[in-house]
């Protein structure tokens, strides 16, 4: 949202930010059709649900009403629906970008400790980064749950099953926090290559003691500001980007963690 303000004041255009209250999807649809009635010179919207928001997104293209989706979906799902493009993070390739700053530390074997496996797009982050290693998803990959405890059993259980694990990731603070608290019960914090997605204060607090070596962060400043600033040049100006966009990852380290702190929740 502060995105979307800051370049619509940048740009000198009017930008209107809806959102159902209750996060309900059915009403979600309803305001992208209430937005394509108005006849905007173009609509910026997440693909929260494919299914139930296709409809809506594609009669707004047919409408002639350039759409830009970020967030959450994917690119084939935008070029389905008709979208200009997509601005958001590829999981896979996350995974990936994880996966090389890991092989350069020369790791070859890791767990990823996945806490919501029955989405498609946490394989895809354990994918990424194993392939970029070397590894066997199959076999570096944990169905961790989501209690805290029980993840912190997990990955005790795996890593004194696999001692030579040489990496650690995490999906977000729902397994870093627990896994956090099985390194210190296990006098291994800082000992195993550690890199998680998302931030939370105890993810900053461990990049900054060496215990995490990084935290992928898919940018969405950047995924309301650029389409505020493309839609604007296409209007004025009728320039589009050819492709896609891949707002992350971007890296969050320890050398670069104090400037994401200060603009934590308005810029970051």
Do not use: W
Not at 1 to 27: C, F, H, S
Not at 47 to 66: N, S, T
Not at 218 to 242: D, F, K
Not at 244 to 251: A, H, K, L, V
Request: net charge negative; aromatic share 6%.
């Amino acid at each position: 949202k502060n995105a979307i303000q800051v370049a619509g004041e940048q740009m000198d255009v009017t930008v209107e930010y809806r959102n159902p209250p209750t996060g309900d999807l059915a009403d979600m649809a309803r305001i992208v059709e209430q937005a394509a009635a108005s006849d905007p010179d173009g609509i910026i919207v997440t693909i929260a649900d494919f299914d139930v928001l296709e409809g809506p997104i594609a009669d707004a293209v047919d409408q002639g009403i350039p759409v830009i989706t970020i967030n959450s979906g994917t690119i084939a799902q935008s070029k389905a629906l008709g979208a200009l493009l997509h601005v958001g993070q590829p999981e896979y390739d996350a995974g990936f970008g994880a996966g090389e700053r890991a092989a350069a530390q020369g790791v070859t074997s890791f767990l990823c400790v996945n806490h919501y496996i029955t989405n498609p797009a946490s394989v895809e982050r354990c994918k990424g980064f194993a392939d970029a290693i070397g590894a066997d998803v199959t076999a570096s990959m944990i169905d961790s749950g989501q209690d805290p405890a029980e993840i912190k059993n997990k990955v005790q259980a795996f890593l004194s099953a696999n001692p030579d694990t040489g990496a650690i990731l995490t999906l977000g603070p729902t397994s870093a926090h627990p896994t956090l608290a099985a390194l210190e019960e296990e006098s291994l914090s800082g000992e195993i290559y550690f890199g998680t997605f998302d931030l939370s204060e105890e993810i900053a607090a461990a990049i900054k003691a060496d215990v995490i070596a990084f935290a992928i962060d898919q940018q969405p400043y950047l995924q309301g500001y650029l389409p505020v600033v493309i839609l604007t040049n296409l209007a004025r100006y009728g320039v589009v980007p050819g492709n896609s966009i891949n707002s992350g990852p971007g890296f969050v380290t320890k050398d670069n963690i104090a400037l994401v702190e200060e603009f934590a929740g308005v810029y970051r």
